[in-house]
């Protein structure tokens, strides 16, 4: 299956912020929760309650539901796939290592190693949806 660069170099990224986005994730809830963050809602549209305020803007943030959906998405592939795929996702995309280093901790070929790299990107990009599997690899979006 052959994969889209840009797609396949997107995946990527958003695997090495994965403990990143985590955290950006915890910031902005508790930002929003104790009220160090300004709601875009209330003021006119006559709710005054601060909860419901803090609720709609947790509800309706876009960063929030992006972060949460690419975070759940990479959690799926790594239940989904072998014990391999989660080696080489903590070594290389959590602990930032260099590819060779990770072949060489993990005792497998540099061959075993891109191949498991793939398949881990395309069940991430496809849990993103960001590609489908039709019988062929098809990109959406």
């Keep these: ?3 889209n660069r840009a797609i396949f170099r997107y995946i990527e990224h958003e695997m090495y912020c994965y403990e990143h986005t985590k ?3 915890k910031l902005c809830r508790d930002e929003i929760i104790n009220g ?6 209330g003021g006119k549209s006559g709710i005054s309650d601060p909860t419901a305020n803090k609720s709609i ?5 876009a960063f929030l539901a992006k ?3 690419t975070i759940s998405a990479i959690d799926r592939s790594l239940d989904m796939l072998r014990p391999e795929h989660n080696q080489l996702f903590d070594l290389r995309y ?3 290592r260099p590819w060779r280093e990770v072949y060489l901790e993990m005792n ?4 075993t190693y891109f191949r498991l790299r793939r398949e881990l990107v395309e069940t991430v990009g496809l849990q ?3 590609l489908r599997l039709d019988g062929i690899l098809q990109y959406c979006c």
């Design 128 to 130: 993103l949806g960001l």
């Design 67 to 69: 972060a949460e959906r």
């Design 108 to 111: 497998v070929s540099d061959r």
């Design 23 to 25: 955290k950006e994730i």
């Design 57 to 61: 803007t947790l509800a309706s943030s």
């Design 94 to 96: 959590v602990d930032g």
């Design 36 to 41: 160090s963050h300004k709601p875009d809602v």
């Design 1 to 3: 299956m052959q994969i």
